[in-house]
């Protein structure tokens, strides 16, 4: 079994930045990769960003290359989420989520355990 929190989220305005973190418990948290997701109100869960266990390997949703930054320190088992010049679009709960095996990352059903989610909006 693995303990998901998610922390960081808040309020910002267009263009600022918000870093989020996620803290694991249970098992080895470098045995698995991890993941952040986001949904927004009346919308599907989505993938953003995933890192593989060793942080060697990321993966990003086409529309925040550039602007997220997924990271983790397994010494801490936790994952991080830099996002940069948010826009209002950014505005969702965000979970982070891990996974045992390399396939299918950017695949929510693919995900094992998951976090109860964090609140980002972005004011315009």
């Known amino acids: 079994q693995v303990h998901l929190v998610e922390s960081g989220g808040g309020l910002v305005q267009a263009g600022g930045s918000l870093r989020l973190s996620c803290a694991a418990s249970?098992?080895?948290?470098?045995?698995?990769?991890m993941g952040w997701f986001r949904q927004a109100p009346g919308k599907e869960r989505e993938f953003v960003a995933a890192?593989?266990?060793?942080?060697?390997?990321?993966y990003y949703k086409d529309l925040v290359k550039g602007r997220f930054t997924i990271s983790r320190d397994n010494a801490k088992n936790t994952v991080y989420l830099q996002m940069n010049n948010l826009k209002p679009e950014d505005t969702a709960v965000y979970y982070c989520?891990?996974?045992?095996?390399?396939?299918?990352?950017?695949?929510?059903?693919?995900?094992?355990?998951w976090g109860q989610g964090t609140q980002v909006t972005v004011s315009s």
């Open positions: 890192i593989s266990w060793s942080g060697g390997n990321t």
């Open positions: 249970g098992r080895t948290f470098s045995d698995y990769h």
């Open positions: 989520a891990a996974k045992f095996g390399g396939v299918g990352v950017t695949t929510l059903t693919r995900y094992n355990y």
